[in-house]
Every structure is written in C-alpha cells, then in structure tokens.
C-alpha cells in the first residue's frame, strides 16, 4: 500500500539558518509524484513544491528545494534562510498516476516547524 | 491567482443537523475533492468529482454526500451531523494533466454540538 512517513513531529530552527525536513515514501508505481505543502495555523494548506518520480533534477522554488532520492524512496524538502513566517506544518505527499481514484493525495502526519529569532 | 473559496471558516452545528460545506473555485478544474483532517489521522479522502454530477467515494464516504451541479462548485453534505464528524474540512481542486497541482481551500472548522 502506498505511504508517506514523515519521522519528525516537530522541529526547530534558528532564523537564517537552512533546515531539512524528511519524507519517506512507499508505492510499488513507477510513476508518480511527490508534493509538499506548508500549512499555517489559520489552516489553508499552501502548495510548495513537486517532483516527479522522472525528473532527473531535483525541483526547486525559490527558498524551496527537493531532495529526492528515488533509490532510497525519500524526498526531502530543505528550506534555506529560515524566516518567522515559515513556523508552519509542513506536509508531504504522493500521488500515483495509475491510482484509480482521480488524483487522491496521500499525505504523511506532518512536521511542525517552529523558527526562532 | 488560483482561488478555491469555501464558504464558512467555522461552522457550529447541532447533532442530527443536516449541514451543507459549500466550495467554490474560478480556475475551470475538473477534479475537485472533500477531505477531513484530524490530529493523529492526517488528511483522508471523503469524495471527489471529475466532472459535473459526476462523483466517486473516497477512504471515508460513510456519513456524507457530494452535489457538483456546476463545474465551479462542490458541496459537501452532512446527512445528520454527528458529532464524531466534528473536524476540519478541505476542499481542493485540481486541472486535468496528470501532475497538474491539488490546490486547496481555506478550510472550515466545523464543530457538532
């Protein structure tokens, strides 16, 4: 069954700094797609970042970055010069395209992401 | 700007209501989507649509129904609200193409009383 693992609840970073938060991920698909999304405390849940399983390059989106491993199935994302504003969730997810249910994300637990001045 | 709009923020509604989580969005999409999301659960699929009347069950259906009377528009209903439906609503959207991006709504926290 596909899965998303996300091992860090919570995490704290020193604004300025870089930070990676970790994702794991599971399917017995070829093709598929991995996304994250920052989720604020008023609750929307902003898109960030894709990547798909073809890609050679990792993505990038400004501060965004993706660190995927495809043999190690994880996909990292890493934000660097940390800002207050990015104290969010930040969720991983997957899609597979040959999953029948017309674009259904999986998503991990989450990690809080907590930036200090 | 993409926008998907739902209709309330927050929601509080007697058990055996029947309660209607209405979404909106301006950017043509085919596929539209409802997910709840709990502490500890993460997001689940309740329904989606790919197109106008059309729609299909997600991972938990059970307590709950979808109109798409008009591309722009997915409602969620509550038949009977109950209170183990006391969550936060998604709704999201999503264009044809198969890597095209799920973009979601602000949310609505609904509390059954």
């Not at chain 1, 899609?95 to 990690?111: A, D, H, M, V, W």
């Not at chain 2, 509604?13 to 969005?25: A, H, N, S, Y």
């Not at chain 2, 959207?93 to 095209?100: K, L, T």
Request: hydrophobic residues 30%.
């Amino acid at each position: 069954a596909q899965k998303i693992t996300q091992t860090q609840p919570g995490m704290f970073v020193q604004e300025k700094e870089a930070v990676t938060l970790d994702c794991t991920y599971d399917t017995s698909d070829q093709s598929y797609g991995l996304f994250w999304y920052k989720q604020p405390s008023s609750g929307e849940m902003i898109f960030l970042i894709y990547q798909g399983s073809y890609d050679e390059q990792n993505a990038t989106e400004g501060r965004y970055s993706l660190n995927f491993q495809k043999a190690r199935k994880s996909a990292n994302l890493v934000i660097s010069a940390s800002q207050l504003g990015d104290s969010a969730m930040y969720f991983c997810a997957m899609r597979e395209l040959s999953y029948n249910q017309g674009g259904k994300l999986i998503f991990g637990q989450g990690t809080e992401l907590s930036v200090k001045p | 700007d993409v926008k998907v709009t739902q209709s309330s923020r927050y929601l509080v509604k007697r058990t055996g209501e029947k309660v209607f989580l209405e979404c909106v969005q301006d950017m043509d999409h085919e596929n539209m989507f409802w997910y709840r999301q709990d502490p500890g659960l993460g997001l689940r699929l309740i329904y989606f649509s790919y197109d106008v009347k059309m729609k299909e069950k997600g991972d938990i259906p059970e307590g709950y129904s979808v109109s798409r009377e008009k591309k722009e528009r997915f409602s969620l209903i509550l038949e009977s609200a109950s209170t183990n439906q006391t969550s936060m609503y998604l709704c999201a959207s999503r264009g044809g193409g198969s890597w095209n991006i799920q973009y979601f709504g602000a949310g609505t926290r609904l509390s059954v009383l």
